[in-house]
């Protein structure tokens, strides 16, 4: 069965870096987009990365646009979110999930449990 | 980028017919997705592309798109659909993904 196992969340100060893992199993890792969506503590999802199969296509929302940086190892079955210059709005359970991209849609049909990602002094 | 509206809260009695609306400008060349949320819970797709449901998913849930609004239709809800519901679409460029702010359903 498709499983997604995030890792590397924790405390960190402002300004601080972080960086992210997902361990992919049970599917085709290299066969598939992936994305990272957050959620910070009470609030909605939002939508913060995505990678193509290959890792030729990334994209970011604009609120973490030059100081994150999305990548895979499609050898390990891993996608990872590094994330620098970390601000308290970055405060946020992160997702990682699988996409399933075509011309009219992009949807997320597998997500993680998520890993608590904290920026506090 | 394009925004996603969801009304904040809905309510539905037990065994009735609910629905849930997602408005957006993409939504007029892009499909929505929807996600079911329980609390302390990772999300989960119910419904993706034009109507379609995930394996697993019971048939109460279905799809509709008209204009610029996406729907979420549950026949029949039960207790344990009581949940946060979040669409999401691509952006208006078609680059970029973006969520609806999320609707808290309360099945009374």
């Known amino acids: 069965q498709v499983q997604l196992v995030e890792s590397g969340g924790g405390l960190v100060k402002p300004g601080g870096s972080l960086r992210l893992s997902c361990a992919a199993s049970?599917?085709?890792?290299?066969?598939?987009?992936m994305s990272w969506i957050r959620q910070a503590p009470g609030k909605g999802l939002e939508w913060v990365s995505y990678?193509?199969?290959?890792?030729?296509?990334?994209y970011y929302a604009d609120s973490v646009k030059g100081r994150f940086t999305i990548s895979r190892d499609n050898a390990k079955n891993s996608l990872y979110l590094q994330m620098n210059s970390l601000r308290a709005e970055d405060t946020a359970v992160y997702y990682c999930?699988?996409?399933?991209?075509?011309?009219?849609?992009?949807?997320?049909?597998?997500w993680g449990q998520g890993t608590l990602v904290t920026v506090s002094s | 980028s394009s925004e996603l509206t969801q009304d904040p809260a809905v309510s539905v009695a037990l065994g009735q017919t609910v629905r849930i609306t997602c408005q957006g400008d993409?939504?007029?060349?892009?499909?929505a997705s929807w996600y079911q949320q329980k609390p302390g819970q990772a999300p989960v797709l119910v419904i993706y592309?034009?109507?379609n449901r995930p394996s697993g998913i019971p048939d109460r849930f279905s799809g509709s798109s008209s204009g610029n609004t996406a729907s979420l239709t549950i026949t029949g809800a039960q207790a344990e659909d009581e949940a946060d519901y979040y669409c999401?679409?691509?952006?208006?460029?078609?680059?970029?993904?973006?969520f609806g702010g999320g609707t808290k359903l309360t099945v009374l």
């Open positions: 999401n679409s691509r952006d208006s460029s078609g680059n970029l993904v973006v």
């Open positions: 993409s939504l007029r060349s892009y499909y």
């Open positions: 999930a699988r996409a399933a991209v075509d011309i009219v849609a992009t949807s997320f049909d597998y």
């Open positions: 990678i193509s199969s290959s890792g030729s296509t990334i």
């Open positions: 049970g599917f085709t890792f290299s066969d598939y987009y």
């Open positions: 592309g034009k109507n």
